[in-house]
């Protein structure tokens, strides 16, 4: 799966967010260093988001399984 990274340029540098991924946000000075920013910013909110959803199932019945989504 793929997302839709969007640049915007403000006078301080770059501000950026991912599409398809509520929360991941960033800015930086240089475009380069805003991309390193919102991949770390990805990371951290699929990280943070998987810890929530872990703590919802303690104690819970689950069947878990990888999903590979691939768009049509």
């Known amino acids: ?6 640049y915007e340029q403000v006078p301080e540098g770059y501000i950026a967010f991912v599409e398809e991924i509520p929360g ?8 380069d260093e ?3 920013n ?5 990371q951290l909110v699929l990280e943070a988001n998987r810890a929530l959803a ?4 303690v104690g819970k019945q689950i069947i878990r ?6 768009a049509a």
Request: no cysteine.
């Open 65 to 70: 399984e990888s999903l590979n989504y691939i």
């Open 34 to 36: 805003t991309r390193r």
């Open 54 to 57: 872990e703590e919802s199932l």
């Open 1 to 6: 799966m793929q997302f839709t990274a969007v």
């Open 38 to 42: 919102l991949a770390e910013a990805v």
């Open 24 to 31: 991941a946000n960033t800015q930086g000075i240089t475009l």
